[in-house]
């Protein structure tokens, strides 16, 4: 009995004194920490094209921006991103007396961070030119401390021939972004004319943070050029964004691409596969949205069907799907069916419609295929 006593004993007093040497007087309260992890975005592929949810227009403390390169990659990383790009100004340096100017420094911090993180890193730049003309994104650049770094407007033409000769996606960006403060400054104006005419324009930015530039759009239709929605960041994102909200998205480019590649985002962009995605709205080419929403939207046979007692009708009942964490506003443009459908994200809703009807249109009041007209969309009910 002694022999257990002791044996016991001299279990507890290890105990005791693991315990004593592992708290060290420090109580840890990890259980309040955030914890790691991705949050996916759910969005199925469209006519066997990834959807990739990209942020091409941020900046950091290497121009203007509040935060290091390496912040804005976890924030890519738990946001569900796949593809961001740092486009730091050129000739707009306020912190040089804090932070040394090279504009490659940024992409080249985070390029490690972002390869371990599975977050396509595109390196790329923005031309910020006096408005206006305005600011130009370049994507897919070479050497950003190449390019023209001086701000006076006889030198508009040489910054965009530059990023031109490396190749690079050249979009413009928020058109509309002084439209209280220049007059005629969102317009489309004759530099941009030019550059559209060369070639040497293939996109714009139609979504700007949390502004919808409805001229964009429409100059975008008229002249095939690729539809882009981005943050254009400053500060983190969670200072802007209401991200813990349910449904609320920073500002993004869904990008239809091949595979998941620098490569395959860019053959996209030059094809203008792409919508623009704020939060419960979408942006973009009619062929475009719809396929990203026939991708996402199912309709289910009848499986119920009630006949009034009165009248004698019959009202058939469906079931509409929504396999994705888009969200789709519909209201009813002819048939008789249900006038009004909310398809959150992963979820599904009941429709019903009166019998002997092939199909009900809606219009999808969340979607912009134009800046006065929605996508409609075509339920089958047969």
């Known amino acids: 009995m002694k022999i257990k006593l002791t ?31 991705r949050n996916n975005l759910n969005i199925p592929n469209v006519n066997g094209f990834q959807v990739l949810k990209c942020d091409f227009h941020m900046h950091t403390v290497f121009t ?74 370049a994507l897919f650049i070479e050497d950003a401390n190449t390019l023209v770094s001086d701000n006076d407007p006889k030198m508009d033409q040489e910054a965009i021939d530059r990023v031109y000769q490396q190749k690079a996606f050249i979009f413009w960006n928020h058109p509309g972004w002084q439209v209280n403060k220049i007059p ?17 324009l293939h996109g714009i930015e139609v979504v700007n943070g949390l502004g919808f530039h409805k001229k964009a759009l429409d100059w975008a239709l008229d002249r095939n050029l690729t539809i882009i929605g ?30 998941r590649s620098a490569a395959g985002i860019r ?14 709205y979408l942006f973009g080419k009619e062929e475009n949205v719809r ?31 929504n396999n994705s964490d888009l969200y789709f506003e519909l209201e009813l443009k002819t048939g008789k069916g249900t006038k009004k459908l909310v398809l959150y994200p992963e979820s599904t809703q009941i ?6 009807q092939s199909v009900l249109s809606y219009d999808v009041v969340s979607t912009y295929i134009r800046s006065d007209k929605h996508l409609t969309f075509d339920i089958n009910l047969k």
């Open 351 to 356: 429709l019903t419609a009166d019998a002997g």
């Open 291 to 321: 396929d990203l929403m026939n991708a996402c939207v199912s309709v289910s046979p009848a499986y119920f069907e009630k006949t009034n007692a009165k009248t004698k009708e019959v009202t058939k009942y469906y079931e509409v799907k």
């Open 184 to 200: 005629g400054s969102y317009e489309w104006i004759d530099f941009v004319e030019k550059q559209y005419k060369d070639k040497k």
């Open 7 to 37: 044996i016991l004993s001299a279990f507890l007093l290890s105990v005791s004194g693991l315990q004593a040497q592992t708290d060290n007087g420090v109580m840890r309260l990890e259980e309040f920490a955030y914890p790691v992890k």
């Open 64 to 137: 203007d921006g509040h935060v290091w390169p390496n912040v804005r990659v976890q924030e890519a990383w738990r946001e569900g991103l796949d593809a961001i790009s740092f486009t730091e100004h050129m000739e707009y340096n306020p912190y040089k007396d804090d932070v040394k100017v090279d504009h490659n420094r940024s992409h080249d911090l985070a390029v490690n961070l972002a390869k371990e993180n599975n977050i396509v890193l595109v390196k790329g730049t923005e031309v910020t030119r006096q408005t206006p003309p305005g600011h130009f994104n």
């Open 267 to 280: 053959e996209a962009l030059d094809a203008g596969r792409t919508v623009a995605w704020s939060s419960n």
């Open 230 to 259: 981005n943050t254009d960041i400053h500060n983190l994102i969670a200072n802007s964004y209401d991200i813990e909200r349910e449904g609320v998205h920073r500002t993004m480019t869904l990008v239809m691409a091949k595979d």
